[in-house]
Nanobody, 125 residues
């Protein structure tokens, strides 16, 4: 049974930083691509960032490219999202995701992942 537990969300000012963590269990973490999605009120859940099983390949939504960095530590089954230069439009619930299969791509598809419970990120102007 896959378990993904996010932490690190909260309130930040515009221009500030936050770091999200996601601790995974239930499967061999190092075999699977990981990622982050977000959902703002009234909007669909969207892909934010992804990383392949080894950490050698990453992918980002255009809206966060250059500001957010995804990384992983396979030794402790954890994936991170470092968020810098935050903007009010980054306000959303952020979800950790793990690919259900052994796809090599770092661009996760929302229909093929396991989800965490989500953590709220609020950016004030």
């Amino acid at each position: 049974q896959v378990s993904l537990v996010e932490s690190g969300g909260g309130l930040a000012q515009a221009g500030g930083s936050l770091r999200l963590s996601c601790a995974a269990s239930g499967r061999t973490f190092s075999r699977y691509a990981m990622g982050w999605f977000r959902q703002a009120p009234g909007k669909e859940r969207e892909f934010v960032a992804g990383i392949n099983w080894s950490g050698g390949t990453t992918d980002y939504a255009d809206s966060v490219k250059g500001r957010f960095t995804i990384s992983r530590d396979n030794a402790i089954n954890t994936v991170y999202l470092e968020m810098n230069s935050l903007k009010p439009e980054d306000t959303a619930v952020y979800y950790c995701a793990q690919d259900r299969g052994l796809a090599s791509s770092s661009r996760l598809e929302s229909s093929r992942v396991y989800w965490g419970q989500g953590t709220q990120v609020t950016v004030s102007s």
